[in-house]
């Protein structure tokens, strides 16, 4: 399935060696409440999650469940989880309540919030948080997290209008570089995003770079979407391929890279090694 071949193209990249931890932004195993399915995920994860920290967000399909307390995101979507095997098997998530943090590695900081739970106690985190970071040693700031602010598709959902409402000037006035979300199953970098306060619908790309990019990267194992639309915010789209991403971070630089291959014919297969898309 989609899951192993993108493990194996992950570990037929020579640079993977070098690579210092791993990210996933939420729908981690796509267990859904199979117990199993979890078992299955770390068998397979097991060659590279031994060599390097796995610091994983939440997603629908770990969280949402009819009680949600957070109701933009209510639902069936976890199988009736309620984030309880992930908060169990990451123990840098606090409980099923409490399933943001943030870490330091280098002259990275990454704040990981949750798109699934209510957003007062976050906003309080991640300005503590970041307030304590010393910009002049670590001076990039990342956010990760799995329900896009922005995206090509016109979604207009409320869940989407409370996240940006809630989360976009605050990332600008904190000066954050990249916004890693997923969800999507597609990869798509956005420009550096201009939104009116009053309408978050009336998006543009801003002029000036003072404030973060939008990443969208659910490549990596569910079935990919095959279209979608474009908009006057995407600076790259792809379809039909699972990828992965890698952060590159030098002494005066932080870069993004994007990896893809093609489905083929069969549906279960690719031509390894992946190829580069997008930097």
């Not at 957070?70 to 840098?92: I, L, N, Q, W």
Request: proline content about 5%; some cysteine; hydrophobic content about 35%.
């Amino acid at each position: 399935g989609a899951d192993v071949v993108v493990r194996d193209g992950i570990l037929a990249d020579p640079q993977t060696k070098d690579d210092e931890f791993i990210v996933i932004n939420g729908d981690i195993s796509y267990a859904r409440g199979w117990p199993w399915i979890w078992e299955m995920f770390f068998d397979l994860l097991q060659p590279l999650s031994t060599t390097m920290p796995m610091m994983v967000g939440v997603g629908n399909h770990e969280v949402d469940s009819h009680e949600n307390p957070f109701v933009y995101t209510s639902g069936g979507d976890s199988g009736g989880e309620c984030g309880v095997p992930a908060a169990k098997r990451f123990t840098h998530l606090t409980s099923p309540q409490k399933m943001y943090y943030s870490f330091t590695h280098g002259s990275v900081h990454v704040v990981v919030l949750s798109s699934e739970h209510p957003v007062e106690e976050q906003v309080q985190f991640f300005k503590q948080d970041v307030a304590k970071v010393d910009r002049k040693k670590v001076p990039y700031l990342i956010v990760n997290l799995h329900r896009p602010l922005f995206i090509s598709e016109n979604v207009g959902t409320e869940v989407t209008h409370v996240l940006r409402t809630t989360y976009h000037q605050l990332f600008v006035d904190n000066g954050v570089d990249f916004v890693y979300t997923g969800h999507a199953h597609y990869y798509e970098r956005l420009c550096a995003v201009d939104m009116d306060p009053t309408n978050t619908s009336n998006v543009s790309c801003s002029t000036s770079r003072d404030r973060p990019v939008y990443i969208v990267d659910g490549a990596a194992g569910a079935e990919p979407d095959m279209q979608s639309p474009f908009s006057e915010l995407t600076k790259i789209k792809e379809f039909g391929k699972w990828g992965y991403s890698r952060m590159v971070v030098q002494v005066d630089s932080i870069e993004f890279r994007h990896y893809a291959a093609t489905i083929a014919t069969a549906g279960s297969s690719v031509e390894l090694p992946y190829i580069m898309t997008d930097s």
